[in-house]
């Protein structure tokens, strides 16, 4: 089981938002550089960037923070990057920059075509980001609602070739009211590719939960507030995690 720090970039910061909403945002860094490396002393194996501004405006808006990130981490570990990105152009230049995996959320539902042509351009390297409340997806930063099932989504998705579904329930992202295992397990079990739970991990006993059910197919989770509060340990949680995952 992979901990994931995520750095939610915004106006070059690396913050936090409660339910997605750009209001509501706590500055944790004005450097986000400086926090991937902590990550990475920490023992970080994986890094989630978000662009918020981008997500909002259907195109990179961090692309100095994100480039900062990169030259940063080198080659030590992946980064994954999500928010705004919406062409080929977009995903061709994050992959020269050094981004390993493109995070495809809101234009994946709106426009399959592109994810299909993502998919097809650029083999193992694309992930759909699906967000979800009651089993329903939303998008636009969880601003809209829409009527698709997201396990009937993720299979068509899959059957695409995307790498991996990040699984976000949004009534609980950021609001440290623990991991929807349940909603998770579920889609998992339903699809080939790997799961990266994401939303609400608050604690260690989270964390526990999701190792117990890796086998239906999770292969990591996303942390963002907890860690950054300090109500998670990362570097012990992932020492846990993978003592777990040993057994």
Known sequence: MLLIPAIDLKDG???RLKQGAMDDATVFSEHPAAMARHWIDQGARRLHLVDLNGAFAGKPKNEPAIKAIL???GDEIPVQLGGGIRDLDTIERCLDD???YIIIGTAAVKNPGFLHDACTAFPGHIVVGLDAKDG?????GWSKMTGHD???L???FEDYGVEAIVYTDIGRDGMMSGVNVEATVKLAQALRIPVIASGGIASIADVKALCK???EGITGAITGRAIYEGKLDFRKAQAEADKLSAK
């Open 150 to 152: 997201v396990i009937d």
């Open 13 to 15: 910061h690396c913050v």
């Open 98 to 100: 050094g981004i390993s």
């Open 136 to 140: 329903k997806v939303a998008v636009d």
């Open 71 to 73: 030259n940063e981490v």
């Open 154 to 156: 993720a299979r068509k």
């Open 213 to 215: 059910v890796q086998d």
